[in-house]
């Protein structure tokens, strides 16, 4: 810049030095007279941009400017709200946008449901507005899973429909009320809708599984990530135990459900009155309703009834006093049909209770049974009108838990006698006959079932089945005199009784329950399992009743069985078969895991033949 456009400002050397500084227009270099006439180097400042400061505004300013944005705010809300209450509304009226693909859609053409299947599962729901916000997935858009299955209004109504119809009447711990329409319960408890549509969804086996997996995943989320604890997750929970059995070959994952099951009471307080707890004392007080004191009962009873017939599983809730108070409370009022059998059941499985934690090595089994039975009496004497009374000895979940009741009375007087093969049987002969007249009355029942009704029933049935199969089995395997093992034989008649059972489970593979085409062959493992054990029963017997012989006989049976064996994922067999421990696939723990992944599938069991 040449010195005629400088601007007044003094150069840097004479601004330090606090001397006048001018230039000389006639010169061409670039300094000051001062600076040439003292030989130092001139340097020009650059000029600075001033800033004003700001106006600094008023209150009255600042006020107007707040109030604009919450104007904004308010107008941003209120257009965003209709937008929810029209999408609702269309919603109720049609169904909303389908992510199923056209092999689900057909799926649900085939299999009776007469409607297309639009998904909803993966939608939010736009009514709740509470901090537990219940939905089916938290992103409609790009769900976390792409394998979740996709469940429509249409579907879900046909779903709800068919548990209202058909399996509510086996679960009295978690009532839907009959006007319960699947938009309502999708807006007040949607987790609980859910796991009902999977529960009813039991005619489609692939997309049951997906579904439940997808829920459980939910439920762990739900509970161990984000720490949530309501009364809503309990029934769920509850819903999903009462029938894993079609549809969950991992047995280890019911208990798990269960200890979950048994934490959440816990900690939403369902299992104390609310003033004894201090956390609910300073806060608001909840009222616990009837339907609290109902899914505290169910999870007493589910954990009670595996606790009492696989006792290394899981240990049953403890009955408490103010448990007991619940149950009158739920007596008194009545307010479904259904709690009266609540009130039975869990009765009558508290004298199962009493049995196992007590025993009856100080009163014969004899008096034992009969106390049991004239306490049965006693509480269905109790339990209503003489027409109600009819109605719960007609009910077949009660009759076979009252008599899985009386069987656990026989069974206890045996127990030394299966722990300890030196006792004298002749001695107990009554207690097995008692204990043989208890399992037989419990397969009879069990038989005279509709196949069609075990993708209905909970799986409470099949758990007091399982266990008298236990005993069975117990019974058949006993050590004892020819004479006597060919008497039980006789009575019971083990390998019969075996295949008749294993018909049983395939015929329910092959049967459509109310007019519903099924493609569910979960009972069918069930049959191959149990027919399964019947070659291992036959072994055994064919082998106690000839001298000992090496590990292959004449026929090579003994080669094969082993080897089938291995090929079905059983424990590796002992070297001879004269070891007992070849004959352990029929203890308790085998039975344990009866409804586990099992799958026979590749094993062809005519080698047996």
Request: net charge neutral; proline share 4%; glycine share 4%.
């Given at each position: 810049?040449e010195?005629t456009n400088h601007?007044?400002?003094?150069?840097?050397?004479?601004a330090?030095?606090?001397?006048?500084?001018?230039?000389?227009?006639?010169?061409?270099?670039r300094?000051?007279?001062r600076?040439?006439?003292?030989g130092?180097?001139?340097?020009?400042k650059?000029?600075?941009a001033?800033?004003r400061?700001?106006?600094k505004s008023?209150r009255?300013?600042?006020?107007?400017k707040?109030?604009?944005?919450?104007?904004?705010?308010?107008?941003a809300?209120s257009?965003?709200?209709s937008?929810?209450?029209?999408?609702?509304?269309?919603?109720?009226?049609?169904?909303?946008?389908?992510?199923a693909?056209p092999?689900t859609?057909?799926?649900?053409?085939?299999n009776?449901?007469?409607h297309?299947?639009p998904a909803?599962?993966?939608?939010d729901n736009?009514?709740?507005?509470t901090?537990?916000?219940?939905s089916?997935?938290?992103?409609?858009?790009t769900?976390k899973h792409?394998?979740?299955?996709?469940?429509?209004?249409?579907?879900?109504e046909?779903?709800l429909?068919r548990y209202k119809?058909l399996?509510?009447c086996?679960?009295?711990?978690?009532?839907?009320?009959?006007?319960a329409?699947?938009?309502?319960?999708y807006?007040?408890?949607p987790l609980?809708?859910?796991?009902?549509v999977c529960?009813a969804?039991?005619h489609d086996?692939?997309?049951q599984?997906v579904?439940?997996?997808?829920?459980?995943r939910?439920?762990?989320?739900?509970?161990?990530?984000?720490?949530e604890?309501?009364v809503?997750?309990l029934?769920c929970?509850?819903?999903?135990?009462?029938?894993y059995?079609p549809?969950?070959?991992?047995?280890?994952?019911?208990?798990?459900?269960?200890?979950?099951?048994?934490?959440?009471?816990?900690?939403?307080?369902?299992?104390?009155?609310?003033?004894?707890?201090?956390?609910?004392r300073?806060?608001?007080?909840r009222?616990?309703?009837l339907a609290?004191?109902?899914?505290?009962m169910?999870?007493?009873?589910?954990?009670s009834?595996m606790?009492?017939?696989?006792?290394?599983?899981?240990?049953?809730?403890?009955?408490t006093?103010?448990?007991?108070e619940?149950?009158?409370?739920?007596?008194a009022?009545?307010?479904?049909a259904s709690?009266?059998?609540?009130?039975?059941?869990?009765?009558?499985?508290?004298?199962?209770c009493?049995?196992?934690?007590n025993?009856?090595?100080h009163?014969?089994?004899k008096?034992?049974?009969s106390?049991i039975?004239a306490d049965?009496?006693?509480?269905?004497e109790?339990?209503?009108?003489?027409?109600?009374?009819?109605?719960l000895r007609?009910?077949?979940?009660?009759?076979?838990q009252c008599?899985?009741v009386?069987?656990?009375a026989?069974?206890?007087s045996?127990?030394?006698?299966f722990?300890?093969?030196?006792k004298?049987l002749?001695?107990?002969l009554?207690?097995?006959?008692?204990?043989?007249?208890?399992?037989?009355?419990?397969?009879?029942?069990?038989?005279?079932?509709?196949?069609?009704?075990?993708?209905?029933?909970?799986?409470s049935?099949f758990?007091?089945?399982v266990?008298?199969?236990?005993c069975?089995t117990k019974?058949?395997?006993?050590e004892?005199?020819?004479?006597?093992?060919?008497?039980?034989n006789d009575k019971?008649?083990?390998?019969?009784?075996f295949?008749?059972?294993?018909?049983?489970f395939e015929a329910?593979?092959?049967?459509q329950p109310?007019?519903?085409?099924v493609?569910?062959?979960c009972?069918?493992?069930w049959g191959?399992?149990?027919?399964?054990a019947r070659q291992?029963w036959?072994?055994?017997?064919?082998?106690?009743?000839r001298?000992?012989?090496?590990v292959?006989?004449?026929?090579?049976?003994?080669d094969?069985?082993?080897n089938?064996?291995?090929?079905?994922?059983?424990p590796t067999?002992?070297?001879s078969?004269d070891?007992?421990?070849f004959?352990?696939?029929?203890n308790?723990?085998?039975?344990?895991?009866?409804?586990?992944?099992?799958?026979?599938?590749?094993?062809?069991?005519?080698t047996?033949?």
């Amino acid at each position: 810049m040449e010195p005629t456009n400088h601007t007044t400002r003094s150069c840097v050397t004479c601004a330090k030095a606090k001397a006048k500084c001018v230039w000389d227009q006639e010169r061409t270099e670039r300094t000051c007279q001062r600076c040439t006439r003292l030989g130092k180097e001139c340097l020009r400042k650059e000029a600075v941009a001033r800033r004003r400061k700001p106006e600094k505004s008023t209150r009255a300013a600042q006020l107007q400017k707040l109030e604009n944005k919450l104007d904004h705010l308010v107008n941003a809300l209120s257009s965003s709200t209709s937008q929810l209450q029209a999408a609702s509304t269309s919603a109720s009226s049609t169904p909303l946008l389908s992510t199923a693909t056209p092999q689900t859609a057909a799926s649900t053409r085939s299999n009776g449901l007469g409607h297309p299947s639009p998904a909803i599962s993966q939608l939010d729901n736009p009514a709740n507005t509470t901090h537990r916000d219940y939905s089916f997935n938290r992103e409609p858009d790009t769900p976390k899973h792409p394998e979740a299955v996709a469940i429509s209004l249409v579907e879900a109504e046909v779903l709800l429909d068919r548990y209202k119809k058909l399996m509510a009447c086996y679960m009295p711990f978690v009532v839907i009320p009959r006007h319960a329409t699947p938009q309502s319960l999708y807006e007040s408890n949607p987790l609980l809708l859910r796991a009902i549509v999977c529960v009813a969804l039991f005619h489609d086996l692939p997309r049951q599984r997906v579904c439940v997996k997808d829920l459980i995943r939910e439920i762990g989320e739900r509970i161990l990530v984000k720490g949530e604890r309501s009364v809503d997750l309990l029934q769920c929970v509850m819903v999903t135990v009462a029938w894993y059995h079609p549809h969950v070959f991992w047995f280890n994952q019911l208990t798990m459900l269960l200890h979950l099951a048994v934490a959440l009471t816990v900690d939403t307080c369902v299992d104390r009155a609310p003033q004894k707890n201090e956390v609910i004392r300073k806060s608001s007080e909840r009222v616990q309703t009837l339907a609290d004191h109902r899914v505290l009962m169910g999870v007493f009873y589910y954990t009670s009834i595996m606790a009492t017939n696989f006792g290394n599983r899981t240990s049953a809730l403890h009955f408490t006093p103010y448990m007991d108070e619940c149950l009158s409370v739920i007596d008194a009022a009545r307010e479904y049909a259904s709690d009266l059998h609540l009130v039975q059941t869990v009765r009558v499985q508290r004298l199962a209770c009493t049995i196992v934690s007590n025993g009856t090595s100080h009163v014969p089994a004899k008096v034992y049974a009969s106390a049991i039975r004239a306490d049965i009496e006693r509480l269905r004497e109790i339990g209503g009108s003489p027409q109600q009374q009819t109605k719960l000895r007609a009910d077949v979940p009660l009759q076979l838990q009252c008599l899985a009741v009386e069987l656990h009375a026989w069974e206890a007087s045996l127990a030394n006698l299966f722990d300890n093969h030196t006792k004298i049987l002749t001695h107990h002969l009554e207690d097995v006959y008692g204990c043989t007249n208890a399992i037989q009355s419990i397969f009879d029942l069990f038989l005279a079932i509709p196949t069609g009704d075990f993708f209905f029933v909970t799986f409470s049935i099949f758990d007091h089945f399982v266990y008298a199969l236990i005993c069975f089995t117990k019974l058949s395997l006993m050590e004892a005199e020819p004479w006597i093992r060919t008497a039980l034989n006789d009575k019971m008649r083990f390998s019969e009784t075996f295949e008749a059972f294993a018909a049983k489970f395939e015929a329910a593979d092959a049967s459509q329950p109310d007019d519903i085409k099924v493609e569910n062959d979960c009972f069918g493992a069930w049959g191959k399992k149990l027919r399964f054990a019947r070659q291992v029963w036959e072994a055994k017997m064919a082998h106690s009743t000839r001298a000992a012989s090496p590990v292959r006989d004449a026929d090579g049976h003994g080669d094969r069985l082993s080897n089938t064996l291995n090929e079905m994922g059983q424990p590796t067999p002992a070297e001879s078969m004269d070891d007992a421990e070849f004959f352990n696939y029929l203890n308790g723990s085998f039975w344990d895991n009866f409804a586990g992944d099992f799958d026979l599938g590749a094993v062809g069991l005519d080698t047996f033949g």
